[in-house]
């Protein structure tokens, strides 16, 4: 069995050297990429070849990858690198990697066509200025041949040990088993069809209850299905901190020979966040790639989960970054447990990994009713002139002559705007070459050796960043919209680019991975979900029966309007009825609102009406340690309301199983905001789905109101109480989204008047 390897994966492996080094930042992104080969391929002879696909070996090994041009005329391969700024900041390792690079392939095509040596070109093309600085260096395939030995004969006893390793895990998960004596109530289905998607390598939508255990009924199948299905690598994503720890518990029960890594964010895993990430700064980032390699080796030594913890302690013992050293693990780690960003984000990692590396990667997507919003959180961005004002305040003077133009051209977006928000059609051509301007002129500034730049200039890169390459994706997906600031002085204006549906993004990854399972207990209607996350044609479905009873759960709906208008009035009912219900069983409740302020009003009356009835809030900005002594209120055998806003942190993703939680009060129907953003929303779904208000409105509200709902009954020996207070709970329609176990009666509407202690 040969190891197969891409020519990149095989250079960095081999040829990276010295620091880490981010100055030369940020890279052109991947349609600027590709623009600029084609741009430098279109200036070429007409027998120029373009992605020659090339292949060879080397004992154990099997090398493959695209050379980027061929010209045979001249007989010249050339090695094309985009960027931005000047090349005189390039670190003199990148430069090193990028020969190493060229070499393989010239040697590759020496061995393909017979050829006795070769020009090679490294071209740089500045996406900026379109500008081509060419190197070139003529090679012997004789040499070209020995350079191809040295960096395999580097690689192979690593690419021997990984061949050893994936042949001892897929005999081990082929005769994995399940951990437990036996399979929940809903969870075999449930894995059965995680195995038949991976089996005929399709995507699949999952809607099981909570409390079967999704996580482990995902996961199992999926390990098993790797060797038969040769799968490289599996990818757990979750939208939540929680998620993660589930999945690797869950992972630790199943005791698979597996490596399995854990991805934080950087801001959450950097060491030094005070200085920069390079050698000169950072002494971490020092030496680098010359500590890496005992570093990874330490690491991967015998399969175990490399946690953030784990991670940590290993690259401080090799003064080597935690952050990045995570990255490089990457490429090795069978099992992979990180955020949503890692794969569905723009330049997301582990997607790009899959790609160039031509993983089959197996995805799951952990509590997928979140992967809509947080999608769209991705594939937006906004721009505040107030911080460009700012940025300008402490730019060196050519900068502030380009954020002075920006400036112009800005305030042209809003010059005869009337109204607080307006909606434009188009991004307008002259702010966006502005825009690129001000970045390339940054780009080149943040370069430049000296002193740090000014935090206001950093953030204002970074927005304007943002804002540019989604600017270059703009389309009928997204929205362009120009809200006016209040204040003093001249009019000042926020812009936004606002994804709408991220279909178009979410799609295409979906449909790169061999197989991925989106499972959620809320995911109905399906055809919300299949149209605005782009699930590909042709995607399974399974909708897995409930393991509870209707007698576990008391259901009552009481006709009460908790609309906006109607709220004051509202507040003194149902603090009666929480009163009431509390007094007939005392015990641990949670009660869920709308907002803040509704939550506040509510649980002010009750404290009014019911002063014996302990009570405890969420509020507005609550840490990591806040959250956790919410939480700790709910004991067993312990007494109060939880007073929670509906889509927050309390609304899903916690487990209080007995009496630790038994009953939930919640206080509206969940609906989004009616606002001038949530109208256009409304409306561009309208025109492209033809549903509207269900799209925008509906079913993104009753999906809270089921998670939130979903917090009372987490096993079969569970009994509780839910309320749904709204009057819009009685519509037909809404009835008809609601879990088809529950059995719900009507309750009386409270009067306001105090329960009897």
């Not at 607080?420 to 059609?425: G, I, L, P, S, T």
Request: charged residues 20%.
């Amino acid at each position: 069995m040969s190891y197969r390897i891409a020519v990149r994966a095989l250079c960095e492996f081999t040829a990276k050297a010295g620091d880490l080094d981010l100055r030369f930042t940020p890279s052109p992104t991947a349609l600027e990429g590709i623009e600029g080969h084609q741009r430098v391929a279109a200036r070429r002879g007409p027998g120029y070849e373009r992605e020659v696909s090339l292949q060879g070996d080397f004992e154990d090994l099997q090398v493959r990858g695209r050379a980027d041009g061929f010209d045979a005329a001249a007989n010249r391969l050339e090695e094309i690198k985009t960027h931005r700024g000047s090349l005189e900041r390039q670190p003199g390792n990148h430069r090193h990697l990028h020969w190493a690079q060229a070499k393989v392939y010239g040697h590759l095509l020496c061995q393909a066509r017979e050829l006795p040596g070769l020009t090679l070109a490294l071209v740089y093309f500045d996406i900026g200025s379109g500008a081509e600085t060419v190197f070139t260096e003529a090679w012997t395939a004789a040499d070209l041949a020995e350079h191809f030995a040295l960096q395999c004969s580097r690689f192979l006893a690593w690419a021997r040990q990984e061949l050893t390793h994936r042949a001892k895990r897929d005999e081990a998960l082929a005769t994995l088993a399940f951990p437990h004596a036996d399979f929940r109530h809903g969870q075999r289905p449930l894995a059965e069809a995680v195995y038949k998607a991976a089996s005929v390598g399709c995507c699949l939508l999952a809607q099981a209850p909570t409390g079967i255990g999704k996580t482990v009924g995902t996961l199992f199948p999926l390990l098993k299905a790797m060797p038969r299905q040769n799968l490289d690598r599996l990818f757990f994503l979750a939208a939540k901190t929680p998620g993660r720890a589930l999945a690797l518990h869950g992972l630790e029960s199943l005791a698979a020979p597996v490596r399995v890594l854990e991805l934080v964010a950087r801001d959450k895993a950097c060491e030094h966040p005070e200085l920069a990430c390079h050698g000169e700064s950072c002494p971490l980032a020092r030496g680098f790639y010359d500590r890496l390699p005992a570093a990874r080796a330490d690491a991967l030594a015998e399969p175990m989960q490399l946690t953030r913890a784990r991670v940590r302690e290993t690259a401080l013992a090799h003064e080597v970054c935690p952050y990045y050293l995570a990255q490089e693990l990457a490429r090795w780690s069978d099992v992979v447990v990180g955020d949503y960003n890692y794969y569905f984000d723009g330049s997301a990692m582990l997607h790009a990994l899959a790609q160039t590396q031509e993983w089959r990667v197996g995805v799951l997507v952990d509590e997928a009713h979140n992967l809509l919003d947080r999608a769209r959180g991705m594939y937006s961005a906004s721009l505040d002139q107030r911080r460009l004002a700012a940025g300008k305040s402490v730019a060196p003077p050519a900068i502030a002559k380009g954020l002075q133009a920006l400036n112009r051209e800005w305030n042209r977006l809003h010059k005869e705007q009337q109204v607080d928000y307006q909606v434009q059609a188009e991004l307008p051509a002259a702010f966006l070459t502005a825009l690129q301007r001000v970045v390339g002129l940054l780009t080149e500034h943040f370069g430049e050796p000296g002193q740090p730049p000014a935090p206001e200039l950093q953030t204002l890169f970074f927005d304007l960043l943002q804002f540019m390459r989604l600017g270059e994706t703009f389309g009928d997906h997204s929205l362009f919209d120009v809200t006016l600031l209040k204040g003093r002085g001249k009019a000042q204006s926020q812009l936004n680019l606002r994804n709408l549906v991220p279909a178009p993004f979410v799609g295409p990854r979906l449909a790169a991975a061999h197989s991925c399972t989106l499972f959620s207990a809320t995911l109905i209607p399906q055809h919300f979900h299949r149209d605005l996350l782009g699930v590909p044609v042709g995607s399974a479905w399974v909708d897995v029966a409930s393991p509870f009873a209707a007698e576990q759960l008391e259901v009552r709906l009481v006709r009460l309007s908790t609309r906006y208008a109607d709220r004051a009035a509202s507040r003194a009912p149902i603090a009666a009825l929480i009163a009431s219900r509390y007094r007939q069983r005392p015990g641990n409740y949670l009660a869920f609102f709308s907002s803040f302020d509704y939550l506040d009003q509510v649980a002010e009356a009750l404290a009014e009406l019911a002063p014996d009835v302990p009570q405890w809030r969420q509020s507005r900005g609550m840490d990591e340690a806040a959250r956790q002594a919410f939480l700790d209120r709910f004991q067993a055998d312990g007494r109060g309301i939880g007073f929670a806003v509906l889509g927050g942190s309390f609304g899903e993703g916690i487990d209080l199983p007995g009496d630790r939680l038994i009953g939930a009060f919640v206080a509206t129907l969940g609906l989004p905001q009616l606002n001038p953003v949530n109208e256009q929303l409304r409306q561009r779904l309208q025109r492209r789905f033809g549903d509207g208000y269900r799209y925008a409105y509906l079913y993104p509200g009753l999906q809270k109101v089921i998670q939130a709902a979903g917090r009372v009954i987490r096993t079969v020996q569970d009994r509780g109480c839910l309320y749904l207070i709204d009057d819009r709970f009685t519509q037909p329609e809404v009835r008809a989204l609601l879990p088809s176990w529950w059995q719900v009666e009507e309750g009386a509407v409270p009067t306001g008047e105090p329960a009897p202690a």
